[in-house]
């Protein structure tokens, strides 16, 4: 059944249950309360973005997924960062480093994260006035709207042919960087 479904589909099927927590532990932490909550809301996308910043970078990939590397949002959340004077938080995590069709499904997770940033976009201009050019740049939309970009990219991650045991290690990597974000959203907020 799972090799009938679009690649996307099955991460997003088989990951919906742990993403929707992720989603709700973000809002408990009242990220847009103040902006002290803010910055360690920063602080939890840069640990995030630094682990998957290779694999956007990864020339391979860049080679079968038009663009990839100009998707990437570590240098971006680092500006976020500096705008409010505040610099990166070191963690007591091990901190992953994703290979193979695992890090696929960081990929996935990451790219997902920027269409769900709309809300949290909208929360940090209506709640602290940051914006796509001061201190929320890396929630700013991609240049063709969320939902085109989106729908552009799983049609690449699907094209890209990933079958049988690699599916199993994309979930998985999907559902390791769900569970490390948590972590680090716990440490951060502490």
């Given at each position: 059944?799972?090799?009938?479904?679009?690649?996307?589909?099955y991460?997003?099927?088989?990951?919906?249950?742990?993403?929707?927590?992720?989603?709700?532990?973000?809002?408990?932490?009242?990220?847009?309360?103040?902006?002290?909550?803010?910055?360690?809301?920063?602080?939890?996308?840069?640990?995030?973005?630094?682990?998957?910043?290779?694999?956007?970078?990864?020339?391979?990939?860049?080679?079968?997924?038009?663009?990839?590397?100009?998707?990437?949002?570590?240098?971006?959340?680092?500006?976020?960062?500096?705008?409010?004077?505040?610099?990166?938080?070191?963690?007591?995590?091990?901190?992953?480093?994703?290979?193979?069709?695992?890090?696929?499904?960081?990929?996935?997770?990451?790219?997902?994260?920027n269409?769900?940033?709309?809300?949290?976009?909208k929360?940090?201009?209506?709640?602290?006035?940051?914006?796509?050019?001061?201190?929320?740049?890396?929630?700013?939309?991609?240049?063709?709207?969320?939902?085109?970009?989106?729908?552009?990219?799983?049609?690449?991650?699907?094209?890209?042919?990933?079958?049988?045991?690699?599916?199993?290690?994309?979930l998985?990597?999907?559902?390791?960087?769900?569970?490390?974000?948590?972590?680090?959203?716990?440490?951060?907020?502490?």
């Amino acid at each position: 059944m799972s090799e009938t479904l679009p690649f996307a589909q099955y991460l997003k099927d088989n990951s919906r249950a742990t993403h929707d927590s992720v989603d709700e532990l973000v809002m408990s932490s009242k990220p847009f309360d103040n902006t002290d909550n803010y910055i360690r809301f920063l602080q939890l996308q840069a640990v995030f973005h630094k682990v998957v910043d290779p694999i956007y970078k990864d020339p391979a990939l860049n080679e079968k997924i038009d663009g990839l590397a100009e998707l990437a949002r570590y240098d971006v959340v680092l500006q976020d960062l500096g705008d409010l004077k505040a610099a990166p938080k070191a963690v007591s995590l091990d901190i992953p480093a994703p290979e193979g069709a695992e890090a696929l499904g960081w990929l996935y997770c990451a790219e997902g994260s920027n269409v769900g940033a709309a809300f949290l976009f909208k929360d940090a201009q209506q709640h602290l006035n940051f914006n796509a050019d001061f201190g929320a740049r890396h929630l700013g939309p991609h240049a063709d709207g969320r939902g085109k970009h989106w729908r552009e990219f799983v049609e690449q991650l699907n094209a890209l042919g990933v079958e049988g045991a690699d599916r199993e290690d994309a979930l998985r990597g999907a559902l390791e960087a769900f569970a490390f974000y948590k972590k680090v959203l716990r440490e951060v907020f502490a």
